[in-house]
């Protein structure tokens, strides 16, 4: 009977499950240990067909902005300059409206007739004061003119000549007023007739100014032309009741003074 126990010629011996030694300095395996699990398999083939995240293609890169955008980002940036510049320096210079007071009003050879038209003669001399209020600027005046009204009815005109007026400064301008045998509506003639009765009758003098305002090395962004209406209303003068003389009462009137 053939043993066993031997291994066959030609084959190694059989390995024994009771001699297993660890090697020189590892403890030996205790009686939970478990062998290391075997590495895992990479697919070689899923690992290869991966896009790389680091990978650059140029093909999607964003290209750079062009000549007509950066010409348009700095026109922007040239005009939103100009305009806050133009901001500041129109909040520094910002020109404020003349003052303008009536000082006196004197009128005389008045008179006037209903038959068989209605006519008035007369001659208003106005004295006015105009103030420049501003520090920084400097007002020119290219002409003023005066016009005088009983109510809302015209009666007289002139022209007053150019001037000039310094920073913190006053001007003193006198006119004369006259009508001569002037065709006027009849409620001119009844109103001054019964406001005369009265003791009291009361004119507008109104005056248009084409003003503009400099302030040195500024002033060509602010040296325009303004249109300057002035409105002093009911300029009181005392006229006896069968007299064609008379002056303003109650000392200077201010004026309305707009653009």
């Not at 003023?144 to 007026?165: C, G, H, M, V």
């Not at 064609?244 to 653009?259: D, E």
């Amino acid at each position: 009977m053939t043993d066993t126990s031997k291994p066959a010629a030609g084959y190694p011996p059989p390995e024994t499950t009771s001699s297993h030694h660890p090697p020189e300095g590892y403890p030996p395996p205790g009686p939970h240990s478990y062998a290391a699990p075997p590495p895992p398999q990479s697919n070689c083939y899923y690992q290869n067909n991966q896009p790389n995240p680091y990978y650059y293609n140029g093909a999607y890169a964003t290209a750079s902005p062009s000549f007509f955008g950066r010409f348009l980002t700095a026109l922007f940036v040239v005009l939103v300059t100009f305009c806050m510049i133009s901001l500041i320096m129109w909040l520094i210079f910002r020109p404020d409206l003349p003052h303008f007071q009536v000082d006196s009003l004197i009128v005389s050879q008045l008179n006037f007739s209903s038959s068989p038209f209605s006519v008035i003669s007369a001659n208003w001399d106005v004295r006015v004061t105009v103030f420049n209020a501003n520090t920084e600027m400097h007002a020119y005046y290219d002409g003023i003119e005066a016009t005088l009204y009983y109510k809302s009815y015209f009666l007289a005109r002139n022209q007053l000549p150019p001037f000039d007026q310094g920073t913190k400064s006053s001007t003193t301008l006198t006119t004369q007023l006259v009508a001569m045998s002037a065709n006027v509506d009849r409620l001119v003639v009844s109103g001054i007739s019964s406001d005369r009765e009265s003791g009291t009758v009361n004119f507008n003098a109104n005056f248009l100014a084409v003003v503009r305002f400099k302030a040195g090395f500024w002033s060509s962004w602010k040296e325009r032309w303004r249109l300057l209406r002035v409105y002093c209303a009911n300029l009181p003068v005392g006229i006896s009741s069968n007299g064609s003389n008379g002056t303003m009462n109650g000392g200077p009137r201010k004026c309305a003074v707009g653009l």
